[in-house]
């Protein structure tokens, strides 16, 4: 595909979009990015035929293919001999049980403690390890000759391989329908057969179902970076319809603003009148209600009688001022008379007491 295709929208457009959603990590591309940058949309483009569709490069993919099998491969191996190992502990542990409560035969004492020893002696070898790789001595001085003078001996060795064998094949027996009955609890009620049956396929249904749930997260995957992408592209128009929103808005409201600020001047100008005028009503009727016609008379007549006596005092003040006047232009001398005045005053006054009291005395 040429990088030409990629300055008109389409299907080149198009493809690139889903190769960038699947094969690389999720980054909004729109079509106006792509259609601004034709090179790089080229670059993508054979970036994808290289990768895979977790983005790895198809060499490291493979190696990385083959490194996980062998993974599988060694995981497998480890899971039976650790599956075995348990199964074994656990028929130790449920014979340590049993001999708490119930009398054990004669064979089942010797089977597991047989099962016992050589399971004891042979991971205190594996312990120890060979010795020619051992650069420091054993613990006690243990070496593995020692250790195997302990192994059973061969006859009821031979005869304990037999009989774990059966008790292993029970005891997973029980555990697979331990299992199914979890997966498929209607399985509980089956026969033997029938579970065997069932539990004979339960690895291919469990396959099954993961690779469901795989593909189910697969599309939740696709249908989450499909969301990101519309909710991207839906962001885009609605600000898109925002600026064209407000653009019609500040255009139509220039256009109306002055009209409508003119009606709103006349309404509040009429609104403050109708104020006005009913405040003065509501002042008017306080007046009326308050003042009554004889109320007004009587407030007549008192205004007339303090007029009137506000006139006297007004001439009264008039004529003291006068007089204050007339002493103010004599000065010191009027002074000094009002004082000798004063003193001759209080004298007769003494002497008039005094001659009232001689009077007094001679009735």
Not at 84 to 96: A, G, N, S, T
Not at 172 to 188: G, V
Not at 250 to 267: D, P, V
Not at 289 to 295: G, V, W
Request: hydrophobic content about 35%.
């Amino acid at each position: 595909m040429a990088s030409g295709d990629f300055c008109s929208p389409g299907e080149g457009v198009e493809t690139l979009q889903q190769v960038c959603s699947k094969q690389f990590p999720p980054c909004n591309l729109s079509e106006e990015d792509l259609l601004q940058n034709p090179y790089f949309s080229k670059l993508l483009l054979s970036l994808s035929q290289h990768v895979d569709e977790s983005g790895v490069s198809l060499s490291l993919a493979k190696e990385q293919a083959q490194a996980w099998k062998k993974v599988r491969l060694h995981k497998t191996t480890w899971l039976r001999s650790e599956i075995l190992q348990r199964v074994i502990q656990e028929l130790l542990v449920d014979y340590y049980v049993k001999t708490q409560g119930t009398n054990l035969t004669a064979e089942d004492k010797k089977f597991h403690e047989t099962l016992e020893q050589r399971l004891l002696v042979t991971e205190l070898t594996q312990l120890l390890g060979p010795s020619q790789e051992r650069e420091t001595p054993s613990l006690l001085g243990l070496e593995k000759a020692d250790l195997l003078e302990l192994m059973p001996p061969s006859e009821d060795f031979a005869w304990m391989r037999a009989r774990l064998q059966l008790e292993v094949e029970e005891q997973l027996k029980r555990k697979c329908f331990t299992l199914l009955c979890y997966h498929d609890p209607n399985s509980d009620a089956d026969s033997e057969t029938l579970k065997a049956a069932k539990v004979w396929k339960l690895a291919e249904v469990l396959v099954d179902e993961k690779q469901q749930c795989q593909d189910a997260k697969s599309q939740q995957k696709e249908q989450l970076v499909l969301l990101e992408k519309k909710s991207a592209i839906y962001s885009q128009v609605l600000l898109r319809c925002l600026a064209l929103l407000q653009r019609l808005l500040q255009e139509h409201r220039l256009k109306t603003q002055s009209e409508l600020h003119r009606i709103n001047a006349q309404y509040l100008e009429v609104k403050c009148s109708a104020m006005i005028l009913k405040l003065r009503m509501e002042e008017l009727k306080i007046l009326s209600d308050t003042y009554t016609a004889e109320k007004v008379e009587v407030h007549r007549l008192i205004r007339d009688r303090l007029e009137g006596a506000i006139r006297l005092q007004e001439q009264d003040m008039e004529k003291s001022q006068q007089v204050l006047n007339t002493y103010e232009t004599l000065g010191e001398e009027f002074d000094r008379l009002v004082k000798e005045y004063t003193q001759l005053k209080q004298a007769t006054e003494n002497k008039r007491w005094a001659l009232q009291e001689f009077n007094k005395a001679y009735r």
